[in-house]
């Protein structure tokens, strides 16, 4: 069964990061957080494999 | 206007039970004359089980109230002997559409496979459902079966005793005293036998009102059910439209929480309303208008020695789903062959509580739903309506969120997975006719299949030769062959790639086992499972 991936698995760390803060630019609260829910609505789509999505659910939670 | 429900269909008249000097005793006593005491009613009488119904009113229910009846309810009321005359009388649909703001988002259609003798949906007005459940009494009645309905009688005090229950009843010309083997509440959410007997009934408050206006009007709209996600004409809720017969439409307006109830229902603000959503110069008429709310609740168990809640006096749930009043036949239907068996001793008293535990099932999963749905419909929290309104959004532009989109998982019937009447299965048989399961539908030349089950067990065998039975283990049953050639649906539906099978079908034709081949002591097995002496 798949695993959620907590070690680094994206190629450009620092690009990836510059591109999600870019696409908040000039945006208010509001529509930032809009936009980050159609993003993690999109993303939790991409992965599908529940028993991960729930992994990603509790990791979140636990940190911070 | 003349409308059926100030007509009294079933007026207090004295009945000799009021003048015996020492109370009479009944098998069955069903308190409440809405459609899950009827359905009830009309089931144990079809099994010439002696029941009686007590309603404090005399008329069928005011107002349109639930409209919508979901196929497995429409397949019980063909087994009931009352299915035709609603399907002919009610509006067919299985199709939606969802829109948000403006724009149209999406369009489902619940029932996109054939071979179903019924729809998806009908959508009927509550009083022309227990109308033609009356008249199916009456009928029942005329054949010589064992029913009557007491209008004008209400039940005041209810006492258990160990194998029966007390009731004194209040009438037009005084009260009077009958005891019944079973009292079964159908008395509806708020139950007077539940508060007398001192049952809580908790769950969640939902902090929200709808409006219910009911307007006649001559319009040309599809069949279709409509659901609304933040309309301009209903800023920051939701709205749905509905059609039900003579012309009558369902629009159903989510209203808010810190509302004035009173100032919503008059009648001209409710016309401003409708205007608004359907232009300023449709022409209607409002046949009915009721502001709501609703919880989601249900009884701790669904039965307290010899007394029985059927319906929303068990529970309750939001309305989004129709799993309302399509729960509560779904009750009435696994409650009266068990009934049937206890009374005529074939089957121990301990069967009926089979019936708390696979309806606390089916329970808890219509609560799960229409909780979900209320969520969904009216996100309560800042970041619930964030994800709502991001899901409405996507769904416009990719398919992958509209099954998330949920204005109301539409009522399906509960499969009793892991029941305690569940025998056998066979993994090599479909999915979704296992045991628990309802049978489902399939179209067997000029006939159908659910037709063909007896109204008691049924051993179904489909390309396995069986013997012919008319009882096992003391209980009656019937054998219903078929061949393989009987249609695609039929293989697809109780096959998959088996060469053949029997199953095991209760009287509510739930499945209760199943084979792919014949083992008769695996079905005796089965059977007394089934039965509860297993």
Known sequence: ?64 | MNKIFDRPLYAYARSPDQDTATPVRHPVVVVGAGPVGLALAIDLAQQDVPVVVLDDNDKVSFGSRAVCFAKRTLEILDRLGCGEPMVEKGVTWKTGKVFHDTRRIFEFDLLPEGGHRRPAFINLQQYYFEEAQIVRIRDLQEAGKPVEIRGGNKVSAVGRQDDHVRIEIDTPEGSYNLEADWLIACDGANSAIRRMLGHDFVGRVFEDNFLIADIVMQADFPTERRFWFDPPFNPGQSALMHKQPDSVWRLDFQLGWNIDREAEKEPERVKARVREMLGKDTKFELEWVSVYTFQCRRMERFTDGRVIFAGDSAHQVSPFGARGANSGIQDADNLAWKLKLVIDGTAPESLIESYNRERIHATDENILNSTRSTEFITPKSGISRVFRDAVLQLAQHYPFARPMVNSGRLSVPAIYDGGPLNGPDDAALPPRTRPGAPAEEAPLGEGWLLERLGGGFTVLAIGVEVPDMSELEGIPLSVLRLALVAGPELGARYLGAAPGAVYLIRPDQHVAARWTRWDKDGLKAALRRATGRA
Not at chain 1, 5 to 20: H, K, M, R
């Open chain 1, 1 to 64: 069964m798949a695993r959620l991936v907590t070690t680094p698995n994206i190629p450009d760390p620092d690009g990836f990061y510059a591109e999600l803060v870019a696409v908040h630019d000039g945006l208010s609260a509001e529509r930032s957080a809009a936009l980050n829910a159609r993003l993690i609505l999109l993303l939790a789509n991409q992965i599908g494999d529940r028993a991960v999505l729930s992994d990603a659910i509790a990791a979140a939670a636990k940190t911070g």
